[in-house]
């Protein structure tokens, strides 16, 4: 799967961060572009991830 985040810095890191909290992603590949727009610097931020499945088995060891 590929996931794209753009706009400015502060709002694409607060996004990335929020996005790799919440998913955990496998980050496969990863690449980054800047490019300036009239006064702005615009980021544009490509990953190739495999997602993780939420459903895990949860194990428990008991002690006799």
């Given at each position: ?5 753009q706009g400015d810095y502060q709002s694409v890191q607060r996004d990335v ?48």
């Open positions: 799967m590929v996931k794209i985040f961060n929020s996005w790799i909290e919440v998913y955990s992603p496998e980050i496969i590949d990863f690449k980054q572009s800047m490019c300036l727009m009239e006064h702005n610097i615009i980021v544009l931020l490509t990953f190739s991830y495999e997602a993780k499945s939420g459903t895990e088995k949860v194990r428990y060891r008991l002690n006799k």
